[in-house]
């Protein structure tokens, strides 16, 4: 089965280490972290370096401390290290790896990145050391991309990158959940895709100024419109299609794919503003109707940032909340 390198995302692999020392890059070999493994349910995770003529240091990150056993686990992520994905009985296209850790990484972080890379490899291409040279990582780039080694010399494929590992363990186990379940990532991607339109006229991280703030040019309610539909979306994706109009089968189908819909929800700046996920469902339908309008200008068009927000958070608790449906 073909394997890829990761581009563009730091690697984080883990050890425990005893509790009466701190934690420090001499505290793991280069060649001991090299021979790290994460197995997940669909991928096996290995490292690899990119060597750029410079010595390579392992930034340690503390994940957890176990008390009990005097022991602590730590993250440790070479700025070099590159992750090579092994998918395990897969017969989906390499884009929907891109697609998995894209979608994971806008729900977990309400980012809208797309510049993740999947380098294929073949037998023989990673050395035993498992430290491939800039020149060859070129290489393998260029013969997958078709170009030329030079038009990679100055790009962001050689970027290296670094975070904290607890981003990096939420990342994966939340990709490697969806990667299995189209209607997990059309939901995740919708939510992506809602994000993307919000980009430079809402902080998606605060709060608006007040509940009653709307735009003031009709380019931005364009993108707020743009958003409502996909958190629309992102409802319909987990409800499995069109909302029925029939209450009692939204309650059942939602109640098992995982989701209660009398608990009480909302954008949690204005406790005022909560309200049953059944209630908030009905108000985001209304919402998406009224800008359905086909291009029919009226009042209710523009809408406002909290509302906007308000079904973000709907959409974000669905998502937590759901699981695979049974059959």
């Known amino acids: 089965m073909t394997r890829y390198i990761l581009t563009r995302m730091a690697t984080h692999f883990f050890t425990e280490l005893s509790l009466s020392f701190g934690v420090g890059s001499k505290d793991i070999e280069i060649s001991d972290y090299l021979m790290g493994q994460?197995?997940?349910?669909?991928?096996?995770?290995?490292?690899?370096?990119?060597?750029?003529?410079?010595?390579?240091?392992?930034?340690?990150?503390?994940?957890?401390?176990?008390?009990?056993k005097r022991k602590m686990l730590v993250g440790f992520s070479p700025i070099d290290g590159r992750y090579e994905i092994e998918p395990i009985a897969s017969d989906y296209p390499s884009e929907r790896i891109l697609d998995a850790l894209d979608a994971s990484r806008a729900f977990i972080n309400r980012s809208t990145e797309r510049?993740?890379?999947?380098?294929?490899?073949?037998?023989?291409?990673?050395?035993?050391?498992?430290i491939l040279h800039r020149e060859d990582f070129l290489i393998l780039c260029s013969r997958q991309l078709g170009v030329h080694t030079g038009e990679h010399t100055y790009s962001s494929v050689l970027d290296g990158f670094s975070y904290q590992s607890e981003f990096d363990v939420l990342l994966w186990q939340l990709a490697d959940t969806v990667y299995d379940d189209d209607d997990l990532?059309?939901?995740?991607?919708?939510?992506r895709e809602a994000l993307y339109s919000l980009e430079n006229i809402?902080?998606?991280h605060s709060k608006p100024d007040s509940i009653s703030d709307a735009p003031i040019s009709i380019s931005e309610s364009v993108k707020l419109e743009n958003a409502i539909h996909n958190f629309y979306k992102v409802v319909e994706a987990i409800y499995g299609g069109t909302l029925s109009n029939d209450a009692n089968k939204i309650r059942s189908k939602f109640f098992h794919r995982g989701v209660n819909c009398d608990e009480v929800v909302g954008f949690p700046h204005w406790p005022d503003a909560r309200g049953t996920i059944f209630d908030k469902i009905s108000e985001l339908q209304l919402a998406r109707n009224e800008r359905a309008a086909h291009g029919r200008v009226h009042t209710n068009r523009k809408g406002s940032y909290f509302e906007v927000m308000d079904a973000m958070e709907l959409a974000h608790h669905l998502i937590v909340k759901c699981r695979v449906p049974c059959d």
């Open 38 to 68: 994460r197995k997940l349910k669909n991928f096996v995770l290995r490292p690899i370096i990119v060597e750029r003529d410079r010595h390579i240091v392992p930034s340690p990150h503390l994940v957890e401390t176990y008390k009990s």
């Open 115 to 130: 510049n993740l890379t999947l380098i294929g490899v073949n037998e023989g291409d990673l050395p035993d050391t498992r």
């Open 185 to 191: 990532i059309y939901a995740l991607l919708f939510f």
């Open 202 to 204: 809402v902080d998606v």
